[in-house]
């Protein structure tokens, strides 16, 4: 098994900057793919940013891309994500979530953290 926990998020200005982190433990050698998705109130969860733990392979939606950087660092075990240029609809509920079964894409992952909250005021 594996465990994810975020930390980092928190409320912000508009045009303002976060960054989440996402620490794994257990099984932390089976990580070959992770990445950050997003939930507002009343919209499915999407794809955010994704990042291969092997090749550093980076994938960013269209909506967040130029804005938000997603990195790791293999040896703490530990994905990122640098949210700048915040806008009202970043809000949402952000997880982290490794090791998808299909592409990077879809939100079937085999493992989930509990999210955490960002609040981007206008």
């Known amino acids: 098994q594996m465990q994810l926990v975020e930390s980092g998020g928190g409320l912000v200005q508009a045009g303002g900057s976060l960054r989440l982190s996402c620490a794994a433990s257990g099984r932390t050698s089976s990580i070959y793919a992770m990445a950050w998705f997003r939930q507002a109130p009343g919209t499915e969860r999407e794809f955010a940013a994704a990042i291969s733990w092997t090749n550093a392979n980076i994938y960013y939606a269209d909506s967040v891309k130029g804005r938000f950087t997603i990195s790791r660092d293999n040896n703490k075990n530990t994905m990122y994500l640098q949210m700048s240029s915040l806008k009202p609809e970043d809000t949402a509920v952000y997880y982290c979530?490794?090791?998808?079964?299909?592409?990077?894409?879809?939100?079937?992952?085999?493992?989930w953290g509990q999210g955490t909250q960002v609040t981007v005021s206008s």
């Open positions: 979530a490794a090791n998808p079964p299909r592409n990077v894409y879809h939100n079937d992952y085999d493992y």
